[in-house]
Nanobody, 124 residues
Framework: VQLQASGGGLVRARDSLRLSCAASGRALSTYDMGWFRQAPGKEREFVASVNWSGDLTYYADSVKGRFAISRDNRKSWVYLQMDSLKPEDMAVYYC??????????????????WGQGTLVTVSS
């Protein structure tokens, strides 16, 4: 599956932003999906995941209660709604796909397909 992330931009602290990830190729329902981020000088880290059907979600503690991941398998889109943004959320955000039930949802190496990343900048 090919992935393309979009929706990043420059926002102020406490603003909201929605990231989108368009999937093409194989049916999106074949995959569990995740969002990761990488801040300058830091390792890429897990943000959120959603299972293939959309009824199971999981979040990093740092974004729990502020971010929401969702998906639309019919339209082949995955979303990350980000509310109450903080300067520490500033990073390049990546969507990623892993085969259903495979690997570990928080582990980068479990995801075989990655989008190109979209930059989120949060000013204080």
């Amino acid at each position: 599956v090919q992935l393309q992330a979009s929706g990043g931009g420059l926002v102020r602290a406490r603003d909201s932003l929605r990231l989108s990830c368009a999937a093409s190729g194989r049916a999106l329902s074949t995959y569990d999906m995740g969002w990761f981020r990488q801040a300058p000088g830091k390792e890429r880290e897990f943000v959120a995941s959603v299972n293939w059907s959309g009824d199971l979600t999981y979040y990093a503690d740092s974004v729990k209660g502020r971010f929401a991941i969702s998906r639309d398998n019919r339209k082949s889109w995955v979303y990350l709604q980000m509310d109450s943004l903080k300067p520490e959320d500033m990073a390049v955000y990546y969507c990623a796909a892993r085969a259903r039930y495979s690997g570990t949802r928080t582990d980068l190496s479990s995801y075989a397909s990655w989008g190109q990343g979209t930059l989120v900048t949060v000013s204080s």
